[in-house]
């Protein structure tokens, strides 16, 4: 089954995520704003990962003396996508 849904992360520099999951794997994730280069390598990373793999690989990470990151809201927006 495929699910797309937009997600707009918060406590990070990006602001907007464009994800698309189709049967349990990232199929594509577009991220608008932050570090470009950073971002892109993490999307293309991901990018036919297991959603729950990239998930345990990202969730809690943080960014300078920020409780969140980049990474850890697109683990935040995946799992969204999963559970609901």
């Given at each position: 089954m495929k699910k797309s849904a937009v997600y707009y992360p918060s406590g990070v520099c990006s602001n907007q995520y464009?994800?698309?999951i189709e049967d349990g794997r990232v199929e594509n994730i577009e991220i608008i704003g932050g570090c470009p280069g950073n971002l892109f390598g993490i999307s293309s990373l991901i990018r036919g990962m297991?959603?729950?793999e990239a998930i345990r690989r990202?969730?809690?990470i943080t960014c300078g003396g920020k409780a969140t990151s980049c990474p850890d809201q697109i683990a935040?927006?995946?799992?969204e996508m999963i559970e609901g």
């Open positions: 464009n994800i698309t297991d959603a729950e990202m969730e809690g935040k927006a995946l799992k």
